[in-house]
């Protein structure tokens, strides 16, 4: 079964520093990986994606992530954190229905970003 | 583009009472919406899925009789919370998906209604 796993409930980092979230993908096919920014009562904003593609994928606001096979991983990375970036980050991973239909995501229990000035 | 909104963003009932939440793609057609509820400082747990015109997929464990969902259209999406109790409060989010089945879709997901039931 599909399923992903976030290392850390929270991070603290100071402004400017690298900000690094990490996740651990379970997966019995090629995962399709998601991270997802939810800032405080609202809903979330995809940050990123890997399909396949390119190993290293690069998102909004700066952020990146690289997909590794063999550590089963998908971190993410930005060079420099910024004050805005204190917020909730969810990795995900695309999870196909055994008997057909739409597939569905299933979430990491989260990462809480603070960043300190 | 790719803008979903849900009303109420949100909504305080009483106890015994049913409360509907609409999920709404302003600028693309759904052919699928999620909903989803969250605890505080909790992750994501999907609880439907549906597609337009179609029944609705729960997932294991919850009561399709309680929590209702029409897909009368490809851009809203309704969920009903019937005979609300206090543990129904929770942060409610829905998501739309547009195109073809593929496991490299996107979700574009609204901005959550907070349910209080008192």
């Known amino acids: 079964a599909q399923s992903v796993t976030q290392l850390g409930s929270h991070v603290s980092v100071s402004e400017g520093a690298l900000v690094l979230l990490r996740c651990n993908y379970s997966?019995?096919?090629?995962?399709?990986l998601f991270w997802y920014v939810q800032y405080p009562n609202q809903g979330l904003q995809l940050l990123l994606k890997?399909?396949?593609?390119?190993?290293l994928v690069k998102g909004i606001n700066g952020f990146e992530a690289e997909f590794k096979k063999s550590e089963t991983s998908f971190h993410l990375t930005k060079p420099s954190a910024h004050m805005s970036d204190a917020a909730e980050y969810f990795c995900?991973?695309?999870?196909?229905?055994?008997?057909?239909?739409?597939?569905?995501?299933?979430f990491g229990k989260g990462t809480k970003l603070t960043v300190n000035p | 583009g790719a803008v979903v909104s849900q009303h109420p963003s949100w909504v305080i009932c009483k106890s015994g009472t049913s409360v509907k939440i609409e999920c709404r793609s302003l600028?693309?057609?759904?052919?699928?919406m999620f909903w989803y509820r969250q605890f505080p400082k909790q992750s994501l747990m999907l609880m439907a899925t549906?597609?337009?015109?179609?029944?609705?997929?729960?997932e294991q464990g919850v009561e399709k009789d309680k929590f209702l969902i029409n897909h009368a259209s490809l851009t809203l999406s309704t969920l009903t919370v019937t005979s609300a109790h206090p543990e129904d409060s929770s942060f409610y989010i829905c998501?739309?998906?547009?195109?073809?089945?593929?496991?490299?879709?996107?979700?574009?997901f609204g901005p959550g209604t907070r349910l209080t039931v008192t």
């Open positions: 998501s739309a998906r547009r195109g073809v089945s593929s496991g490299s879709y996107e979700q574009y």
């Open positions: 997966s019995s096919v090629p995962p399709y």
């Open positions: 890997y399909t396949s593609a390119a190993t």
């Open positions: 995900a991973v695309s999870v196909p229905r055994r008997q057909g239909g739409s597939e569905k995501l299933v």
């Open positions: 600028d693309f057609q759904a052919t699928t």
């Open positions: 549906s597609n337009e015109g179609s029944k609705a997929t729960y």
